[in-house]
């Protein structure tokens, strides 16, 4: 089946840890993104990648890392420098040429006390 | 950056009732999709129409992109439909390449 996975569905963290989630899909896409729900809130971008080893700052950016060393995978980082990190964080793909439709991974909730 | 407003916020209906939901943005966009997202927080796509009219089953949605909004009609609601809705565009190009603005969401409660 072809999709989206995360990992994992929960996480809990304390604070000052870096923490890594997991997003990878097997839909051959090439554009690859993350995004950061918070309670009662519309998705808020925090990176998105066009191709391999390469991606860009979204709205949210500060605190967080990712990378793009293979098409199928884009692993997002949660430093100690992000000052809200508890959150649902959502993954996304779509095709790199129109259309843009995006597909979503069913998530991770982090939980930093 | 593009504005993305959702109207109502709250919807509360009994089972069989039909609803709209409204989506109006600031800019054109070439993009714009229709999400569900149910209690386990997935996000479903419903509808990827940046124009034009689609139909999947009880739902249909119609975006008139020259006036800056979209509809979602929601017909003969069931208690499965209740959950969060979502409007999202995009301006894809550029440096804007596919990001997707997302509108607050309005939260659909069907009773039985």
């Known amino acids: 089946d072809g999709g989206i996975t995360q990992s994992p569905k929960y996480l809990f963290r304390k604070e000052g840890q870096n923490v890594t989630l997991s997003c990878e899909q097997n839909?051959?896409?090439?554009?690859m993104y993350w995004y950061r729900q918070d309670p009662g809130q519309g998705l808020r971008l925090i990176y998105y990648?066009?191709?391999?080893?390469?991606?860009q700052k979204g709205d949210i950016a500060e605190g967080y890392s990712v990378s793009r060393e293979k098409k199928e995978s884009f692993p997002l980082t949660v430093t100690s420098a992000q000052k809200n990190p508890t959150a649902f964080y959502l993954c996304a793909s779509s095709t790199g040429t129109g259309p843009y439709e995006q597909y979503f991974g069913p998530g991770t909730r982090l939980t930093v006390t | 950056g593009i504005q993305v407003e959702q109207s109502p916020p709250d919807l509360i209906l009994q089972e069989g009732a039909n609803s709209t939901l409204r989506c109006n943005f600031s800019?054109?966009?070439?993009?714009l999709q229709w999400f569900h997202q149910n209690p386990w927080g997935q996000l479903i796509n419903l509808f990827y129409?940046?124009?034009g009219t689609k139909q999947n089953g009880r739902l249909s949605a119609t975006t008139v992109a020259t006036e800056r909004y979209s509809l979602l009609y929601i017909s003969s609601s069931q208690t499965t439909d209740s959950g969060v809705y979502f409007c999202a565009v995009s301006n894809a190009g550029g440096t804007s390449y596919g990001k997707l603005t997302f509108g607050q969401g309005t939260i659909l409660t069907v009773h039985p």
């Open positions: 129409i940046p124009s």
């Open positions: 800019d054109s966009v070439n993009n």
């Open positions: 839909l051959n896409h090439d554009a």
């Open positions: 990648s066009q191709i391999v080893n390469d991606f």
